[in-house]
């Protein structure tokens, strides 16, 4: 069996740059790679629906500015299947069946679960279908028979409830579905990157993103306004870069070039970080090389993200081709799925053979 990447986001609003450097940017280079069979990128409407039930056209209308986003990251739709969640009916089906797999107090131990619960104010009445995002998560992942999810180590929970759900289905019914692997990040930085109010996670409810297609004004208003060490409050004073928003971004985004190219006072990031703690470095300049690097990220994908924009019938064309791939490749894994658990009726030669031999004598 080859190696399969599934991973997606929920079209709640435009990526931004956590996305980018949780799984977007990897997403990219592993596409590219060669190493991997095939690549299946899901906008997860469906999932986004379970804590958006009321507010269905906010949805509806994200899903084309994530799927820009994608391409505009150099997602290659000939290299990977872009594909919208609901629109594979088949991945429905699989997460009904791994429902009777997942109790519910498994179910509230989950970290990612807890959190999300807590941040939604949704202690006291939480839906459904939310409280079972990690079985449909699952459903996701095994639909495509994926062997690697790239994600964020926020994500490490969800992906171990999937393998839980992964041997316990196959405990019963057999050798069926594929365990996944997690990809986390290779840089620490980009793990889990904060909001630029220094917040711990950069969230778009919580209004503290840079997203990727910001205009050069919005980022540079986001980035001057960046929280950094509250202490450092004149030049001369010795300022922290632990939890310093600011150094946490340059530790995601800093190359050595980037010195020669924006401050050639510096030759490295670790020097830089020397003279701001002994003192004498204000935030500003430090504000306005890392925002300076950004743009040197974001122009290009900002630039192509213009011209899809100019053609917006070819992207949906391009999303209805892969969720028509998608759901041919999720079909085969469900047809497994109720062939292992024998439910498979029409398709079972020797079931109606063997009522026939019972019924006639």
Request: aromatic letters at 8%; proline letters at 5%; glycine letters at 6%.
């Amino acid at each position: 069996m080859g190696k399969i990447i599934l991973t997606g986001d929920r079209p709640t609003g435009r990526l931004h740059l956590g996305h980018f450097v949780g799984s977007l940017r990897r997403r990219v280079e592993l596409q590219n790679s060669g190493l991997f069979d095939k690549v299946f990128i899901m906008i997860a409407d469906a999932q986004a629906l379970t804590d958006n039930a009321d507010n269905p056209e906010k949805i509806r209308q994200n899903i084309i500015e994530v799927a820009l986003d994608y391409l505009a990251c150099g997602i290659d739709p000939t290299k990977s299947t872009i594909f919208i969640q609901s629109q594979v009916a088949e991945l429905c089906e699989l997460a009904f069946y791994y429902m009777n797999l997942v109790t519910v107090s498994r179910l509230q131990r989950n970290p990612t679960v807890k959190t999300e619960i807590q941040m939604r104010n949704f202690e006291t009445s939480i839906p459904v279908g939310f409280f079972t995002y990690p079985i449909s998560q699952a459903s996701d992942i095994t639909a495509f028979r994926a062997t690697t999810v790239p994600a964020g180590e926020d994500q490490q929970p969800m992906i171990e409830q999937a393998r839980e759900i992964v041997r316990r289905f196959n405990g019963i019914y057999g050798d069926t579905l594929v365990e996944p692997e997690i990809l986390l990040p290779d840089n620490a930085a980009c793990m889990r990157l904060p909001g630029t109010d220094g917040k711990a996670k950069m969230s778009k409810s919580l209004g503290n993103c840079i997203y990727l297609s910001d205009s050069p004004e919005e980022v540079r208003k986001r980035v001057m306004s960046m929280y950094t060490d509250p202490d450092h409050i004149r030049v001369e004073d010795p300022g922290k870069v632990e939890g310093n928003t600011v150094f946490t971004y340059l530790d995601a985004f800093c190359r050595p070039e980037h010195f020669a190219q924006y401050w050639p006072d510096y030759s490295s990031l670790d020097e830089l970080k020397a003279h701001y703690m002994r003192g004498g470095l204000g935030d500003v300049k430090v504000k306005k090389f890392l925002y300076a690097i950004l743009e040197e990220l974001l122009t290009p994908i900002r630039e192509r993200r213009k011209e899809w924009e100019k053609d917006i019938p070819a992207v949906f064309e391009i999303l209805k081709r892969g969720s028509e791939a998608a759901r041919a490749v999720a079909a085969n894994t469900l047809a497994d799925v109720r062939s292992a658990m024998r439910i498979n009726y029409f398709d079972d030669a020797e079931l109606i053979a063997e009522q026939s031999r019972k019924f006639q004598g």
